[in-house]
């Protein structure tokens, strides 16, 4: 144990304040849903995996009810790569043959999912993996992408048209944080899944949970509005406002903030998207004044 006179005063008063300021937000989120969606470079850098996982753990003691949607793109590249599956994107979403979307499968709720309920889980017994494949919880459809105008296949790519989200609240009554793998069977093709975008089927399951707020991990520090100025972060966009400005955005970030839209639209009170490259951004979007990133709100 640290004697107290090894302690610096102003360093102890720091930390201090910084634990009053989270002070409201933590009373605002008790026993609030809160959706991650994680993905990006947080999910290849071994630090900011361990970071990210203290982040959720920290919720969870903290009083709130967070929940877990993860992709994985660079983990599915490396292994298509490995096995010499082509691999393509149109308007941000990955075109899936259906060679791939058993890669696609096995990445996700065989690799990436154990993995990050292991990290949370070394904080204490508090995550359990989930795929949207379990018990009903998303049910898929396909989907393709509108290019100039023209219509592209995506192959096994659906949207989550359906969402049961008991197998999820099952979960947050037992006390644990839900970790889900973002795959959908089929309903058209029993029997088959389908690769569905991570932050559209975050958007979804956070709408079904009446949740209080969507964070969107992503590879920028949030949305700008004359990219690529970088002193036109926008920390703050009301639905409206970023309706009119969806048609102008880069195409990796159209289904990011599309998912944000959907969520607010949907009833969720909030929806950021937060920069992953840096170590505890949700924990700064979630608990601090200022947040991180760019938030958005419906009006």
């Known amino acids: 144990m640290t004697d107290i006179q090894d302690t610096d005063p102003a360093e102890a008063s720091a930390k201090a304040a910084t634990l009053i300021e989270s002070l409201p937000w933590m009373r605002r989120f008790r026993d609030r849903i809160i959706v991650v969606k994680y993905g990006g470079n947080a999910m290849v850098s071994e630090e900011l995996q361990?970071?990210?996982a203290a982040d959720i753990a920290y919720l969870r003691y903290a009083g709130a009810q967070p929940v877990v949607v993860h992709g994985g793109g660079p983990q599915i590249s490396t292994m298509l790569d490995r096995l010499a599956i082509p691999s393509e994107f149109k308007g941000g979403y990955r075109v899936t043959s259906t060679e791939a979307i058993s890669v696609v499968r096995m990445v996700l709720t065989g690799q990436i999912n154990p993995q990050l309920v292991a990290k949370i889980n070394a904080h204490g017994p508090l995550a359990a993996g989930l795929s949207g494949e379990d018990a009903g919880l998303f049910g898929g459809r396909r989907r393709g992408v509108v290019l100039d105008g023209v219509e592209h296949d995506l192959g096994s790519v659906g949207n989550v048209?359906?969402?049961d989200p008991q197998p999820v609240l099952d979960q947050l009554a037992a006390g644990?944080?839900?970790?889900?793998?973002?795959?959908?069977?089929?309903?058209?093709?029993?029997g088959h899944s389908l690769n569905v975008n991570a932050d559209a089927a975050a958007a979804a399951l956070a709408v079904a949970l009446r949740a209080s707020k969507l964070v969107v991990l992503t590879d920028v520090a949030g949305l700008y509005a004359d990219w690529p100025n970088r002193d036109s972060l926008v920390s703050h966009i009301t639905s409206t406002q970023l309706r009119e400005m969806m048609p102008g955005l880069e195409s990796g970030m159209i289904p990011k903030m599309q998912a944000c839209l959907d969520a607010v639209e949907g009833g969720v009170d909030k929806a950021a998207i937060i920069d992953g490259r840096v170590?505890?951004?949700v924990l700064v979007e979630i608990f601090t004044s200022k947040?991180?990133?760019?938030?958005v709100v419906e009006g």
Do not use: C, K, W, Y
């Open 50 to 52: 361990e970071a990210f």
């Open 161 to 163: 048209v359906e969402v």
């Open 176 to 190: 644990r944080i839900p970790v889900v793998s973002s795959i959908a069977p089929d309903l058209d093709q029993p």
């Open 279 to 281: 170590a505890h951004s």
């Open 291 to 295: 947040g991180i990133g760019t938030e």
